[in-house]
Nanobody, 111 residues
C-alpha cells in the first residue's frame, strides 16, 4: 500500500532553516504529484505547496520566497526547504498523495 514518511522537523529559532523530507513507497513515484500541508496548533490543516510529476511547483502566498519544494525521483523523496522561518510557521507538516497522508513531522519556530 501507499506509505509516506516525513522527517526533518525540529525546533529552530526565528530566521532559521529546516529541510523536511518525505519518502514515498507503494506507488510509481515519478508519476505522482505530491502535496505538502501543515496544521498549526489549534487550526485546520492547510496547503503549503505542490510539486507535479514533471517537477513544476506551486506554493501558497504565505511561504513564497521562503519555502522551496523539490523532488529526487531516484530516492522516491520530496523535500520542503524552509528558510527565514517565522513563529507562525510552527505546525505539524504532512505530505500527501494518492489519498494517503504521512504521519507528519513537527516544526517549532521559537521567537
Amino acid at each position: 500500500q501507499v506509505q509516506l514518511v516525513e522527517s526533518g522537523g525540529g525546533l529552530v529559532q526565528t530566521g532559521g532553516s529546516l529541510r523536511l523530507s518525505c519518502v514515498v513507497s507503494g506507488v510509481a513515484f515519478s508519476n505522482e504529484t505530491i502535496n505538502w500541508y501543515r496544521q498549526p496548533p489549534g487550526k485546520q490543516r492547510e496547503l503549503v505547496g505542490i510539486i507535479s510529476a514533471d517537477g513544476r511547483t506551486m506554493s501558497v502566498d504565505s511561504v513564497k520566497g521562503r519555502f522551496t519544494i523539490s523532488r529526487d525521483n531516484a530516492k522516491n523523496t520530496v523535500y520542503l526547504q524552509m528558510n527565514s522561518l517565522k513563529p507562525w510557521d510552527t505546525a505539524v507538516y504532512y505530505c500527501y498523495t494518492h489519498l494517503t497522508w504521512g504521519q507528519g513531522t513537527l516544526v517549532t519556530v521559537s521567537s
